[in-house]
């Protein structure tokens, strides 16, 4: 098993920023990528950013050149820098590791979630 808390969600102005964190726990030797995804209400959940155990990086468009991802594996830490907030924004961001044993079969880890309110 793999536990994930987060940490950094809060209330925040439009244009403001926000750093979350995800520690991770557990039986993480085989982990690979991990992620940030969010979930406003009434709307179903959406990958917002995810990075590689090699550092590669991915970016739901709505956030392209305002969201930054990192990991440091020797903490098993990821971070999530958010600039530039926009009440759209407004979610709960859930945090998610994958350990994925073929290409097509993979267990998905979660974190409870942390708030994150754009207020405009």
């Known amino acids: 098993q793999v536990q994930l808390v987060e940490s950094g969600g809060d209330l925040v102005q439009a244009g403001g920023s926000l750093r979350l964190s995800c520690a991770a726990s557990?039986?993480?030797?085989?982990?690979?990528?991990m992620g940030w995804y969010r979930q406003a209400p009434g709307k179903q959940r959406e990958m917002v950013a995810t990075?590689?155990?090699?550092?590669?990086?991915t970016y739901a468009d709505s956030v392209k050149g305002r969201f930054t991802i990192s990991r440091d594996n020797a903490k098993n830490m990821v971070y999530l820098q958010m600039n530039s907030l926009k009440p759209e924004d407004t979610a709960i961001y859930y945090c998610?590791?994958?350990?994925?044993?073929?290409?097509?079969?993979?267990?998905?880890?979660w974190g409870q979630g942390t708030q994150v309110t754009v207020s405009s």
């Open positions: 998610n590791a994958r350990r994925r044993y073929t290409y097509s079969t993979y267990t998905d880890y």
């Open positions: 990075i590689t155990s090699g550092g590669t990086t």
């Open positions: 557990g039986s993480i030797f085989s982990i690979g990528s």
